[in-house]
């Protein structure tokens, strides 16, 4: 009977945490987003209205469409980049023990240095443009024009986050057994063969893991828009987390924050849920 | 003839690649050492003329640096010990007992991982606000303190260990927590380096968090700091790479010192941002 409730106390410390932190703030958001709260006044129930204001703010259809740009933008481009870094890596050259730090040491650089060093970068007069004269490119106001502000952005997510994903592939593909490439040469195939036929295959959960985890990590991303551009111009980097914390941070609108929360939570949802299957057939076994 | 020309085509590819993305850092420490008037200068100087050390002091005088380098180590080094500690215990018991809803118990755990800080930070803050813990160390840590990534991590690692030697303990009559203490933990050293690794790095680097619920000086973190940095008028880049590249030495030392740990712990848990 001890024995029996033992792994429960083990447990336990973690659970109540989780609850208070998560679920309890989720149940809130939930609840909070059918009512009005300005922190000041107590809360007021405005039924869906949260939700139809929502729905009537040009701004918020604004930043989910940003969203959706800026978390393609971002995670289309690491799932090619990263595996085409990764076969790289895996490749035998001389001094690949200091190549591979060089690519790996960037992942533990801190997002807040990484935002001060791109919009020094992106700088009117700074190295990108300096680089581009080179090549007689005219000078382009990166992060101030609404044309080139967003893609900027999702240049630095692209160039954080493929050595990340870079290594996630690394170790799929050095799980995969020496003895299937041996048996292919023997059979007389191609590289692409090999690649097409063994590499990928076998590849596949890691693969699926690697889209689903760069999607809900682009998706819920904004330091940088927070950073660098303060969302603009014009809105044309307001994510859709950043947003939510505008609204409630910046104008004091929580219950509206809260019901925006709702939706990017429910676009989470969806991703996270195709992501259990894979943590269950892939990874966990 | 042809292969080897290939061969070294790629590694040639491989090590431009590597260049581009160290660039910036470069540019980085390079330009810390400029003085104001060279760090827009064309044609590129891709070194300082004169390195100018003076630039860190000063950039580190504008804003109280020390307090943030200190909040964001105890920030750090609290939510890790914490998260290694919770999450292992937690771990350890979904791993090696049965009890009742242990599925369950799992699922919700790992169900929390859709649920991070920057999606709930409004409730989050309602939550902290509640217990009153604005503006205070508990209100900066408390809500980090246990990430289902630690406990999906950790519990991979000890569904692997035998469970002949925890038996074994148990048979001598050591006590349950004693079994966790004395004889899983200590089995599981490279599983708990890498989730520390990783949990430190994760929150060296606070920001939102530190930004939404903290209003005084004394308990800004330095991210945060840099931030204010970079927003303040008189800033210049010179001196906020200066400050940049002091916030960076942290996590280069960690990742140098912990290389093995750290590479192991992303591929393990997939990754953190």
Redesign the interface.
């Known amino acids: 009977m001890r ?9 336990l ?3 109540v ?2 609850v ?7 149940a ?2 939930f609840g ?1 987003s059918f009512f009005k709260y300005d922190l000041l006044s107590p809360p007021t129930p405005t039924g869906l209205g949260n939700y139809r204001a929502l729905w009537e703010n040009p701004l918020f259809h604004q930043s989910l469409g940003v969203s959706v740009k800026y978390t393609l933008g971002v995670a289309v481009p690491e799932w090619f980049l990263a595996l085409a ?1 990764a076969l ?2 895996n ?1 035998s ?2 001094g690949r023990g200091v ?1 591979r ?13 990484v ?7 992106y ?1 009117p ?3 990108v443009n ?2 581009l ?2 090549v007689s490119i005219d000078r382009v106001n990166w992060l101030s024009d609404e044309a080139t502000a967003l893609p900027a952005l999702a240049a630095i997510g692209v ?1 954080r ?1 493929v ?3 870079a ?2 592939y ?2 799929g593909l050095q799980a995969i057994p020496g003895e299937y490439y041996e048996a292919s040469r023997i059979d007389g195939a191609g590289e692409w063969q090999r690649f097409r036929y063994i590499t990928l295959p076998l590849l596949r959960p890691t693969i699926l ?1 690697v889209v689903v ?1 760069s999607l ?2 682009a998706m ?4 940088n828009p ?2 660098m551009t303060e969302g603009g111009p014009n809105g044309s980097t307001r994510v859709l ?1 950043y947003f ?2 505008e609204t ?2 910046a104008f004091f609108r ?1 219950g509206e ?2 019901a925006a ?1 709702v939706v ?2 429910g676009m ?2 969806l ?2 849920v195709v ?2 299957r894979l ?1 269950r057939h892939g ?2 076994g | 003839m042809m292969r080897r020309g290939r061969g070294y085509a790629l590694d040639l590819l491989t090590v431009a690649g590597a260049v581009v993305l160290l660039l910036p850092y470069f540019w980085m420490v390079s330009s810390s050492l400029k003085t104001q008037d060279e760090i827009f200068r064309l044609p590129i100087e891709w070194l300082p003329p004169v390195p100018q050390w003076t630039n860190y002091p000063t950039a580190l005088a504008r804003f109280p640096f020390g307090i943030y380098f200190f909040n964001s180590a105890l920030v750090a080094v609290s939510v890790m010990l914490c998260n290694v500690f919770i999450g292992s215990l937690a771990a350890y018991g979904l791993a090696k007992f049965r009890f009742p809803f242990r599925e369950l118990c799992f699922r919700a755990m790992l169900s929390t991982l859709m649920l991070p800080l920057e999606i709930l930070l409004v409730p989050t803050f309602l939550v902290v606000r509640q217990l009153g813990l604005l503006d205070s160390y508990g209100g900066l840590i408390l809500p980090l303190a246990v990430d289902a990534f630690g406990i999906f991590l950790m519990r991979q690692y000890f569904l692997d260990l035998p469970d002949s030697l925890i038996e074994a303990a148990r048979l001598d009559g050591c006590s349950e927590f004693g079994i966790f203490w004395r004889i899983v933990v200590p089995n599981s050293r490279p599983a708990l380096a890498a989730l520390a690794v990783l949990s430190f790095r994760e929150n060296w680097d606070q920001f939102l968090w530190p930004l939404v619920i903290v209003s005084r000086e004394a308990l800004k973190t330095f991210p945060l700091g840099l931030a204010l940095f970079e927003g303040s008028f008189n800033a210049s880049y010179h001196e906020m790479m200066a400050a940049a590249v002091v916030g960076m030495i942290p996590m280069m030392v960690l990742f140098l010192v912990f290389q093995r740990a750290f590479v192991r712990g992303l591929t393990l848990t997939g990754l953190r941002e």
């Open positions: 024995q029996r409730w033992t792994g429960f106390l083990f447990v410390p973690a659970l945490h989780l208070l932190f998560k679920f309890y703030p989720m809130q958001a909070l870094l790289l890596l490749r050259m001389p190549i730090l060089a690519y790996f040491l960037p992942i533990a650089m801190s997002q807040i240095v935002a001060l060093v791109w919009k020094f970068l700088h007069y700074g190295l300096g680089l004269s080179l160039w986050g050595p990340l994903f290594v996630v690394l170790a893991f985890v809900l990590l819920k991303f904004f330091v927070l950073v987390p939510i914390y409630g941070f929580m924050a809260a929360s990017l939570f989470a949802f991703f996270t992501q259990f943590l990874v966990a």
